[in-house]
């Protein structure tokens, strides 16, 4: 049983476009949704997150939507560049209980 | 400031063999997680641990996988009988277990297991 689902295996976008990175999930009660970014060889890293009760979350050149009513995310990257090319993941986790739902990673490149 | 180590990064080993693997926390998270990524999938959660309260195992495939933490630091994650399904990169996270939104989990590197 998938909860957190990224449908797309890959992306490539060319340097200073904007990267989408979608992921849809399956039960409405997750309290908050997180994307981390992963280079080979090296664990995740956090990049950004949302509560449940808000529908945008901005960092620099990463924003985050959520949906609720159509139970999805994502993840803008604007203005992608070369050193973003990573694999990211979603994630989704119930407040207080610690364990993150994960997707299944997109690999995204960009092309300079 | 050290991050999330885990040991060793590569470890290879035969069917039916059994394995440790270590992580050490960011010093001070009171919170330790381990999860496993095989290959072209997400991360799957395996087990919390979360101060002095009981883990939570509900991730563990398995009742030949377990795993021990002492106090707020070293995490041993064993996997007895391996099998070849159990090949995978096992990573570790930890947090200072505030239970919040602000409460960012931290990875390390993996430890990158092969059962032959």
């Known amino acids: 049983d998938q909860q957190v689902k990224q449908n797309s295996p890959s992306l490539s976008v060319q340097e200073g476009r904007i990267s989408i990175l979608n992921c849809d999930y399956t039960?409405?009660?997750?309290?908050?949704f997180l994307w981390y970014k992963k280079y080979p060889a090296e664990g995740p890293t956090f990049l950004i997150s949302i509560s449940s009760i808000k529908d945008k979350n901005e960092d620099g050149r990463f924003t985050v939507f959520l949906n609720k009513s159509a139970k999805h995310l994502s993840l803008h990257i604007v203005p992608s560049q070369p050193g973003d090319s990573a694999v990211y993941f979603c994630a989704a986790s119930f407040l207080n209980t610690g364990k993150l739902i994960f997707g299944q990673g997109t690999t995204l490149q960009v092309k300079p | 400031g050290a991050g999330v180590s885990q040991s060793p990064s590569n470890k290879v080993t035969e069917k039916g063999k059994d394995v440790e693997l270590r992580c050490d926390p960011i010093?001070?998270?009171?919170?330790l997680y381990w999860y496993r990524q095989r290959l072209g999938q997400g991360l799957e959660f395996l087990i919390y641990?979360?101060?002095?309260?009981?883990?939570?195992k509900s991730g563990l495939p398995s009742d030949r996988f377990s795993a021990e933490r002492t106090g707020e630091s070293v995490s041993t994650l064993t996997i007895q009988r391996t099998q070849q399904e159990d090949s995978a990169v096992y990573l570790c996270a930890s947090s200072l277990g505030l239970g919040t939104l602000g409460d960012t989990q931290y990875f390390g590197p993996g430890t990158r297991l092969t059962v032959l």
């Open positions: 641990f979360q101060g002095n309260s009981a883990p939570d």
């Open positions: 039960n409405s009660m997750f309290d908050y």
């Open positions: 010093s001070g998270h009171t919170a």
